[in-house]
């Protein structure tokens, strides 16, 4: 397998599997599958920019908070909504390159970011 423990532990958190380790099997045969270092590497790309645009949500949530700046009004949310549906999209990519279904997105849902798949 290329994928280290930290690396699937990884994929396991950003899909939504690190609650059902009745998945735990599944995830790394489906991860073993993947021999080739290109596609290998677009998944490690994949994680590192999921967890920089949740870091970067992150930031701007802080910055909600400070509305207008010697006049000038700041907008924030259309720039969190932007970077949420980056991360969504990311996260699909992800689903796909590893054969697994995205069973949790934080960057769905109201305000809270919650949103839930449904299991089959």
Known sequence: MLFSPEEVSRIRLLL???EFPKYEQ???IALEKIKDEIRYDRVIALVDTIEEIDGKIQQYV???YVVEVEGIKLQYQSIIDGLKREGTRRLKELAHQTALDVRYNPFKGGGQGFSFVSFP
């Open 16 to 18: 939504g599997y690190e």
């Open 26 to 28: 599944d995830i790394n």
């Open 62 to 64: 802080e910055k909600l």
